[in-house]
């Protein structure tokens, strides 16, 4: 696989990583971006089972986090048919869910582990290099992956989550260009997220103009905005 997938973010092949690598399986010799894979048969939709809780939430909060790559394919032929990468900043606290402890009678007894919430990722952080068994172009990936750099700028989990709450609204309402009151309609939604913020439309506004800011919406003047 690495001889036939570039890197997204620098466009390099990736080449497999040392057997010592404890969660690591693709790496980038060019601009050091980390993979892991996860594969299956099933298409991945909601929820993509994981390792350990405590262990991928200490990730998150340092910086041995990698990106993770997606493939689903075919057991009758194992032809792909979709395959996808997740950037590693839109990986948040939030998206992470925590599993019931394994019983008393299992070999590992009270480990407990997590699921990765697929359907709490904005569409932006799923990059696709093959969807419904099409290839997707390159440049188109590249593009993509360059389009959401800013977020890793953002040192604050809480802040980072923020932004990608956002993020989620605009991708709820499907289409290129909407309206400010149309972000406003997510305002419950926001607040019972966000509880202690009693001031949910002005973070909403402050979210829209980082989001301008970084080149992610464009301004069209009168609460109007599009998707770049």
């Keep these: 696989m690495g001889r036939e997938i570039f890197c997204p973010a620098c466009g390099d092949t990736v080449t497999k990583s040392d057997n010592n690598s404890p969660v690591l399986d693709f790496n980038c010799l060019r601009c050091r971006e980390e993979y892991e894979l996860k594969s299956s048969k099933?298409?991945?939709?909601?929820?993509?089972?994981?390792?350990?809780?405590?262990?991928?939430i200490e990730r998150l909060q340092g910086s041995n986090n990698p990106n993770f790559f997606l493939l689903n394919y075919s057991p009758r032929d194992y032809e792909v048919s979709n395959f996808f990468v997740i950037p590693k900043h839109f990986f948040v606290p939030e998206i992470i869910?925590?599993?019931?402890?394994l019983s008393e009678s299992a070999r590992r007894?009270?480990?407990?582990?997590?699921?990765?919430?697929?359907?709490?990722?904005?569409q932006t952080?799923?990059?696709?290099?093959?969807?419904?068994?099409?290839?997707?172009?390159?440049?188109?990936i590249l593009q993509t992956w360059k389009k959401t750099l800013f977020l890793r700028e953002e040192k604050e989990i809480s802040a980072k989550g923020w932004v990608l709450d956002v993020m989620r609204c605009v991708d709820s309402l499907a289409k290129k260009e909407f309206t400010l009151d149309e972000v406003y309609?997510?305002?419950?939604?926001?607040?019972?997220?966000?509880?202690?913020?009693?001031?949910?439309?002005?973070?909403i506004r402050q979210q829209l103009q980082l989001l301008r800011d970084k080149g992610y919406l464009e301004f069209k003047g009168k609460g109007k905005y599009r998707v770049i």
């Design 42 to 56: 099933i298409i991945f939709s909601r929820r993509i089972v994981d390792g350990a809780y405590a262990t991928m």
């Design 97 to 101: 869910e925590k599993r019931k402890p």
């Design 109 to 122: 007894a009270r480990w407990v582990g997590c699921n990765i919430v697929l359907q709490s990722i904005p």
């Design 125 to 140: 952080g799923k990059i696709f290099y093959v969807k419904d068994k099409q290839i997707q172009q390159r440049e188109a």
């Design 185 to 203: 309609g997510f305002e419950q939604a926001l607040q019972a997220k966000h509880p202690g913020n009693k001031h949910i439309k002005d973070k």
